[in-house]
Each structure stands twice: as C-alpha cells, then as structure tokens.
C-alpha cells in the first residue's frame, strides 16, 4: 500500500492526475505554445466545463492566476477602491484582510473566533465584503442559507473564499459576485493555479476603478477578462495544470456533483463520529452548523505528533494543526477520498491508544 | 518518431523531465505540504543547484515566482520609486516598459530596432535600467562583453531578462543586480515558474523603498526574501516545478555549463549557415554580433505557415514570427536540443524547395 494523504492541501491527488499527466505527454501538452489553437481548445473545454460543473450561471466568467495569495491581491487592486469588510474566522480570512490593509484600504474586520457569522452585526456600506466557506486553518464552514441570508441583507459585491469547499460544499453562486479556489484541495492536483470566477457587476466597478487607481499590469481584471474571451492568458501560464484541471473537471462530471456532496457528507459524518467517540479526540468546532465537512479539525490529548506518527506508520497521513498549535489534527475529506479509505482511516483513528 | 519541438517557449521538454515527472509520484511531492521539511530540503537543493550551477555569487539571492511578467511588475512594484529607464529592441522589453508606464512610473525607452545597444545615449541617472540577453521576439541578443561596458558606465541597478539566454549564453552575473528568467525556455520545463535573482543592493533599495510606497503583498521582496531564508514560499507555489528545475539543474550539472554553451554556438552556426545557403531564407538580424545564438528568426520568402508544414509533416515543429508578422520563422536552440535533431533540422530545411 502506498502513502494516503488526508493532509489538507497539499493533499491527496485524484486518483486519475498521474493518468492525465502522461498522457500529456503523449500529446506534447507541455511543449505547445499558449498562443497556439490547441492551447485554446486546452482553454475553452476547461472553462466549459468549470461551467457545467460548478453551474456557473450566464454573467459569470473565469480567469486563471497562480495562487488564492495572488487573488486576494488582485481583488484588492480591481474591485476595491477605499474600504472592505472581512468575515474573519481564521487564518486565511485573516490574510486577505491584511493583504487590503497593506495595500492602504480602509478595511473592517468582523471577528468571529469559533462560532457563526452575526449577519447583524455587518454593515452594508461596505464597497465588498469577504466571507468564507470553508475555513482551512479552523475548519470553519459557512453553509449556503447563509451565505443567502448575507446575499439578501448586503448589497455590497459579495467575494467568497472557496478554497477548500469546492465542490463539495454547496452554495448558490447567484448568491455571491466573485469566488475562487486554488486546485490543490479538492481538485486533487499539484498547486500552482488558482481560478477566479466573478461576475459582470465586479467588471462594471473595475472598469470605473480603472480611471481612477493602479489596477496591475498583466493581470488586472480587464485585461484577464479581455484574454480569457479570446481563451487566453495574458503571460505563459501554468498550461499543465489548466490542462489537468479540464480532465479532472470531466472525471467528476460522471461521478457527479451530487454524489460528490453526498460521500463528503457520509465521510464527514463518519469521522465526526469517531472522533465524539474517542476519549482522545474532540472536535475543535462543537457548533455542528459550522462544523466543516471538508477540513475536520480535532484536538488531542496528546501533542499532534504523537497521533500523526502512529497513522504514519499505517500510511495515513494527516495534518497538524495550523501554525503553531500543538495538540491538533487536522484531516482533509477531500473528493480523492473514497468512502472505503475514510473507513479504514475511522478505523485505525479507533484503534489508537 | 515523435514530434520535436524548436518553438521559442513552451518547447520541447528537457529529455529527462518525463522520468523526473513519474519519480515525483512515486515520492509523493505532488502531494506534500509546502511547510514540510520534505518540501524544504527540494526547495534549498534547488536554490544550492541554481547558485552552483549559474555561479551565481555571494550577496546574490533567488525566490520563486509564477512568471516573468510578475517579476516585470514585482520589479517595478519593489525597486522603482520614480523612474526607470529601458533599452528596448523587441515585444518583450517593450513590454516591460508598458508596466512600467501603467505602475505611473516616469519610464525611458531606449529604442533600438535591430541593432546594438548606443551605451553612450544612456543616461546615467536612472534609478534602474532594464536590459535584455536574449529578445525572443526579434532574436536580439546582448553579449557579455556589452553588458560589461553598461555596467562601467552606469551606477543604477541593472535588471537583465535572461528568459531565453540562460544558461545558454554566458554573462558576468556581478554585472548586474538583478536578473531573471522562466523555465519553459532553456531549462525545457513545462511553464508556471518564473525564478527572480536579486542582490545585496536590491534588498537595500527596497528596504528604504517599502516605507514610501505599496511594494504588494504576499510577493513584496522583503516577504519572498524572508521566506526564502527558511527555504519557503509565502504562497503554495508550484512544487512540481521547483523539484522539476532542481532534477533538471542536476542533470545539466553533469553535462556542464561550459558544455551547454559550446553546444549551443555549434548548433547556431549550423543553423545560420543553412539559412545563409538557402535561396528562401535569409537571417532577420544581420549584425553578428546580436544575432541571438538561443533563438534563431529567419525571414521567408513566401508565408511562414508554408515552411512550418513542410517540417511539420517531418515531426519538426518549429515557431511562426513573432505577433502578426508572416514571412518569419522562429527557431529555439535549447539544451534539450541535442547536436543530432539539430542537424537533421538543417538537412531538412536544406531540402526545402
């Protein structure tokens, strides 16, 4: 048996990418240029199905940049103009407030340490205001009602983090004006892409901001969106992983989004249920509604490397906790992650000492 | 046969990076943490292999970025207070004057269409100056010994765009501050890593710089430097294109610098002589002394897509001009290209009627 990464991105790759690669190969995917018909072809089937999969409605669009840091900053530059609220519950959410800080923006930061967001409590001045759905450093979930509910008191540009929750965590996209994720969690691929979803109302707010503040070089929004039309980039880009990412999209569309929901919901269930069970493990988060499916976190009597050592030896590998805590685990249940491996991981998670 | 790839970048791939690719699976990098002590040891034998096999001296430091239109703007963004100034002689070089321009930087252009560098017209009172090795857009090349004189003459920070030059064409790294390059050219890498190079006096600039004004966020230079001492990214970067570039250094360690640079005069003079033999052809850059020894244009008589598929049909895949223009070809001399294909290349555009 080869090594199992729970780990929660970095994680484990889908179990088709090593396919894919070498038949990329073959067809000299790597070697071709980024201004030629087939990288367009490349192109327009990933955003395609992007599309279809994710249900990206009519008015939304696609870019693809390196990395969910490189997309934090490229909101800020395109979309913000003086102020920003930010949904804080972790790390992540944490580090887009301060990227608009560096970058001189008048940003509100609404604190919520382990529990929900308080709709209440935000306020709708906000020219875009950063939620969350699924905390990676906390494994702290924000669920569709609401992000609905956000949707229907605010009427600021909605921008939600979706790192590590899509696809498995739904949510209605008419609900948000911009999204985005990086491949290397749920996607199963090797990092190095992020893709940027937003819609015609965060193009209208770049094109006045334009005239009036540095908006970037290569990719600020219009030129991103201009290229993207033409099924291009604006630099070389990372064209194995778009390329990577389109096979991997067309593998999950004949597993299915809804049964993709459904195995994260068992698997998440299982292992919450062995953790409840276990007297070294409780779960980080108690509140269930915020409880993340996908980014399960447990403290341990314990320190952590006690735990990840044991499952190591039965190649298992898990997470620690984020930064520098010390008595956590934390345990991807990624779409890589069959029903039968997050079984046998419950198992051994219930045979330790 | 296979198809062999001589376009200018993406190109055909380094001989060994397929091999490189599977061992990586094997060892599970795709899918290990970038804050692991697996993925520090990849990270500081890549740097250790670029400064060894580069000679890249003391004083001089590396981080990894996605591409070389970000390091154009992480340039402009971290090193340029108020102007700049730019020796341009192609697409490229222009184009980082166009950052440079949209970051409201007072920029210079130094135009010169084909032909040398007028050191005498550049101004000494620049705060940096943007000189290009290799123009892959015009086959322009700048050898070492120009690049000597610029630096006698000029007290600013010399930035040098080494994209399609190294490590092919040889230069004194102590005569600039800053260069850079991505690794789908020469180091026949798939593209998405863009590698920046930095000195002592870079960090000094930027350091009083970064009290002033916005030098970005996650990649701001005191940031990639930090992380870069504890052999991280401030990001998840592209792995697989750090380990590739590590696996590919040590391979080209074995062959030699000096080896790589022999080749690659070998195989130009080949390649120039067939074309200044051939009734169709004739070199774009007459002046020897710039022709680029790396990337090899050639005007045709009739349009460039008529040469293109003859060589097609023998699985030679070779470049169109670059942008709009027709009756030009592009021809890549990368180190991947052994003396071999590059002589079968010449006998069969030796045949071409």
Redesign the interface.
């Known amino acids: 048996m080869?090594?199992i990464?729970f780990?929660p991105?970095?994680?484990?790759?889908f179990f088709t990418?090593?396919d894919h690669?070498?038949n990329g190969?073959k067809n000299?995917i790597?070697?071709?240029?980024?201004r030629s018909s087939e990288f367009k072809i490349i192109y327009e089937e990933c955003i395609n199905r992007l599309k279809s999969f994710l249900r990206i409605p009519q008015g939304y669009h696609i870019a693809f940049l390196?990395?969910?840091?490189?997309i934090?900053?490229r909101i800020?530059q395109n979309l913000i103009e003086e102020e920003s609220g930010h949904c804080i519950n972790g790390a992540f959410s944490k580090k887009f407030y301060?990227?608009a800080i560096?970058?001189?923006i008048n940003a509100t930061a609404y604190n919520y340490k382990n529990q929900e967001y308080k709709i209440n409590e935000i306020a709708n001045s906000h020219e875009l205001l950063a939620i969350t759905l699924n905390e990676t450093s906390t494994g702290i979930m924000c669920d569709g009602d609401t992000i609905r509910k956000i949707r229907s008191k605010i009427d600021s540009l909605i921008a939600l983090d979706c790192v590590s929750g899509i696809p498995s965590l739904p949510f209605n996209i008419n609900d948000v004006d911009t999204f985005y994720f990086?491949v290397?969690k749920c996607f199963g691929l090797?990092?190095?892409?992020g893709v940027w979803v937003y819609n015609d109302k965060c193009l209208d707010k770049h094109n006045k901001l334009k005239e009036k503040k540095?908006t970037?070089?290569?990719?600020s929004l219009h030129k991103l969106h201009e290229m993207s039309q033409k099924f291009q980039t604006?630099?070389?880009?990372?064209?194995?992983?778009i390329y990577l990412l389109s096979k991997v999209l067309n593998d999950m569309m004949k597993i299915g989004i809804e049964n993709i929901i459904r195995d994260t919901n068992y698997k998440s269930s299982l292992l919450y249920n062995t953790i409840n069970k276990h007297e070294s493990f409780s779960p980080y988060i108690n509140d269930k509604n915020i409880q993340s499916k996908t980014v399960i976190i447990s403290n341990c009597k314990k320190e952590s490397d006690y735990y990840i050592d044991i499952l190591k030896n039965k190649r298992l590998?898990i997470?620690k906790g984020y930064g520098k805590v010390k008595n956590q685990i934390r345990i991807a249940n990624f779409p890589t992650h069959s029903k039968e491996v997050f079984e046998l991981l419950c198992d051994e998670i219930t045979h330790i000492k």
């Open positions: 080869k090594d990464f780990t991105g970095p994680s484990e790759l990418v090593e690669i070498k190969f000299n790597y070697s071709i240029s980024h390196s990395s969910t840091n490189e934090w900053e800020i301060d990227f560096l970058n001189k990086s290397q090797p990092s190095g892409l540095n970037g070089t290569y990719h604006p630099e070389t880009p990372n064209v194995l992983s590998i997470g």
